[in-house]
């Protein structure tokens, strides 16, 4: 290895630990960010060095995700929709996100009461713009029902 490519695959491997000191990443993501300023190649082999060495982890990356786009009111589908364009294998995904798990009802509940309040919808009119609301948030519609029938 010549002291270019030496140099270079340290400014790689100083620039995912930059990115990665911030919050984590996943595999993919740090691909792409990396490879806009470096040969591809050697990014792959940087990052795989990392994710040997344990400092990248995917699991991490979807499990932090998960609980911060849950903190912030986001339901399974959307976060789902999110983690796929990411590059986070489906499998992955399903482990860390129970779509059918009771909190996701709960949770559409208390985002559409932070946003509408506790009373029920006045009309159908109401009731069709929380609907969509709850929706582009990322529930279900078997959640977004639930929500109104626990009001």
Do not use: C
């Amino acid at each position: 290895m010549s002291a270019d490519a030496a140099q270079l695959a340290k400014d790689i491997r100083r620039s995912a630990m930059d990115l990665l000191a911030r919050r984590e990443h996943g595999f993919t993501e740090l691909t792409r960010k990396l490879a806009g300023r470096f040969p591809q190649e050697l990014v792959i082999e940087a990052l795989i060095r990392l994710r040997e060495e344990r400092l990248q982890s995917d699991d991490r990356f979807v499990e932090s995700y998960v609980y911060s786009r849950q903190q912030r009111g986001y339901g399974p589908v959307r976060i789902k929709s999110e983690l796929f364009q990411k590059g986070i294998d489906s499998e992955l995904i399903g482990q860390y996100l129970l779509e059918q798990d009771d909190h996701w009802d709960e949770l559409a509940k208390e985002v559409k009461e932070r946003k509408f309040g506790a009373s029920a919808p006045r009309d159908n009119k109401e009731r069709a713009r929380q609907t969509r609301f709850l929706a582009q948030r990322g529930f279900s519609m078997s959640q977004i029902y639930s929500s109104f029938s626990s009001s």
